[in-house]
T-cell receptor, first 113, second 110 residues
Framework: GAVVSQHPSWVICKSGTSVKIECRSL??????MFWYRQFPKQSLMLMAT?????????EQGVEKDKFLINHASLTLSTLTVTSAHPEDSSFYIC?????????FGSGTQLSVL | DAKTTQPNSMESNEEEPVHLPCNHS???????IHWYRQLPSQGPEYVIH???SNVNNRMASLAIAEDRKSSTLILHRATLRDAAVYYC???????????FGKGITLSVRP
């Protein structure tokens, strides 16, 4: 079946630094990818929709300058958390739109010290 | 967005069938019913989806009420690996943007 690879699985960084998370569709082309974040014991919250070759569409309340999304190819989307702070610590998950369903990455646990 | 309502949690015994209910009384004619599940510390995994007719796949069955205002995910024989949070979500297409609710936490007793 289709696989979405997300890297890194976990990352620890200092406050004020930037962190990049990659999401790759391994065996299919994904013109659309989605980025979610999830806090402990809570559900997934959609952050943005990433479209190949165009600007991402952000959900209400999500800062586009804080969470930079780049979807430069049909198999790769990246999320960069800029100037990360402890409140950005969360589980970030990407998904790619397939023919009949969404395929999700395994998630990235970000801890900002 | 049309919303879904699920119980917070459910317990089942291993190797017994499990019926996970979902209410979606404001569903529109073009909304698909999607089920995904999430194991601890992992991304969600597709389970099944349907529009009007009941659906079966190797993982589960989806029973959709005739008025489409409710549906039930059926796991025919629960295993310990089925313990997860199950999300019932409405979407306008088979692979549309999905907004997750709280889901139902399924516990499976050995």
């Amino acid at each position: 079946g289709a696989v979405v690879s997300q890297h890194p699985s976990w990352v620890i960084c200092k406050s004020g630094t930037s962190v990049k998370i990659e999401c790759r569709s391994l065996d299919f082309q994904a013109t659309t990818m989605f980025w979610y974040r999830q806090f402990p014991k809570q559900s997934l919250m959609l952050m943005a929709t990433s479209n190949e070759g165009s600007k991402a569409t952000y959900e209400q309340g999500v800062e586009k300058d804080k969470f930079l999304i780049n979807h430069a190819s049909l198999t790769l989307s990246t999320l960069t958390v800029t100037s990360a702070h402890p409140e950005d610590s969360s589980f970030y998950i990407c998904s790619a739109r397939g023919l009949e369903k969404l395929f999700f990455g395994s998630g990235t646990q970000l801890s900002v010290l | 967005d049309a919303k879904t309502t699920q119980p917070n949690s459910m317990e089942s015994n291993e190797e017994e069938p499990v019926h996970l209910p979902c209410n979606h009384s404001t569903i529109s004619g073009t909304d698909y019913i999607h089920w995904y599940r999430q194991l601890p510390s992992q991304g969600p995994e597709y389970v099944i989806h349907g529009l009007t007719s009941n659906v079966n796949n190797r993982m589960a069955s989806l029973a959709i009420a005739e008025d489409r205002k409710s549906s039930t995910l059926i796991l025919h024989r629960a295993t310990l690996r089925d313990a997860a949070v199950y999300y019932c979500i409405l979407g306008t297409g088979a692979n549309s943007k999905l907004t997750f609710g709280k889901g139902i936490t399924l516990s499976v007793r050995p």
